[in-house]
Nanobody, 123 residues
């Protein structure tokens, strides 16, 4: 599987952005696909995951209610809609998946990862 994240950019606080993750080669063998981020000088932080079997989403407390994960199976693309963005959301955002792990496992354990996309929240 190959993952490519896109859609990052500069946005003002309170604004919105939608990230995309194109997942070529993603088969039903991969039970979940999700997002994590890494801010400058900080440890990676898992954000959200969506099941590829029943579309159930999982969210970390830090983004629940502001971020929404969705998937277009026909396009093999996963989206991350981010609303009410804050300066502390500034980070490089990555999508990830793993043939062995479902969304009940921390996304940071997923071994297939795409190149990240930078999101900067600043006025």
């Amino acid at each position: 599987v190959q993952l490519q994240a896109s859609g990052g950019g500069l946005v003002q606080p309170g604004g919105s952005l939608r990230l995309s993750c194109a997942a070529s080669g993603l088969t039903p063998d991969y039970p979940g696909i999700g997002w994590f981020r890494q801010a400058p000088g900080k440890a990676p932080e898992w954000l959200t995951c969506i099941s590829t079997t029943d579309e159930t989403p999982h969210y970390s407390d830090s983004v629940k209610g502001r971020f929404t994960i969705s998937r277009d199976a026909d396009k093999n693309t996963v989206y991350l809609q981010m609303n009410s963005l804050k300066p502390e959301d500034t980070a490089v955002y990555y999508c990830a998946t793993d043939r062995q792990y479902s969304c009940w496992v921390n996304v940071l354990s997923f071994r297939s990862r795409g190149q990240g996309t930078l999101v900067t929240v600043s006025s």
